[in-house]
């Protein structure tokens, strides 16, 4: 049963991110308004930081969709997690429900689920 949920569950988010990434390259973003648009206008005047993020979900997504590097996905994957949860906290409370749905997947992956949590935890560990 556990294997089940944990499949599903890799396999949804790694087709979030996946999907979510490849469209930042192929489509336009709807028009954002006060607190959220400044917030993602200093993240573009970068002019390298959104071609990063949205490789890296990318990378991370096939990674998940394919179970290859599934560990190092979600220690990658958890910052990134953690960033879309506080900007819809504390911008945009509308996409809190989603935010907090991948970061509990995240977490079920990375700590509780059977294939991926022991080589996570063993990151922790105080030598």
Do not use: W
Request: positive net charge.
């Amino acid at each position: 049963m556990h294997n089940k949920i944990q499949l599903v569950v890799r396999i949804l988010l790694g087709a979030l991110f996946l999907f979510g990434g490849v469209a930042f390259f192929f489509t336009t973003p709807p028009p954002l308004t006060g607190d959220m648009a400044t917030y993602f206008n200093g993240l573009a005047a970068s002019h390298y930081f959104f071609f990063l993020l949205k490789g890296t979900e990318i990378f991370c997504g096939l990674c998940l969709l394919s179970g290859f590097l599934v560990p190092l996905a979600l220690v990658i994957l958890a910052p990134i997690a953690l960033n879309i949860f506080l900007v819809h906290l504390f911008l945009d409370p509308s996409g809190l429900g989603v935010s907090i749905a991948i970061c509990a997947a995240v977490l079920y992956l990375a700590f509780f689920s059977p294939s991926y949590s022991a080589p996570i935890k063993r990151l922790f560990v105080l030598k």
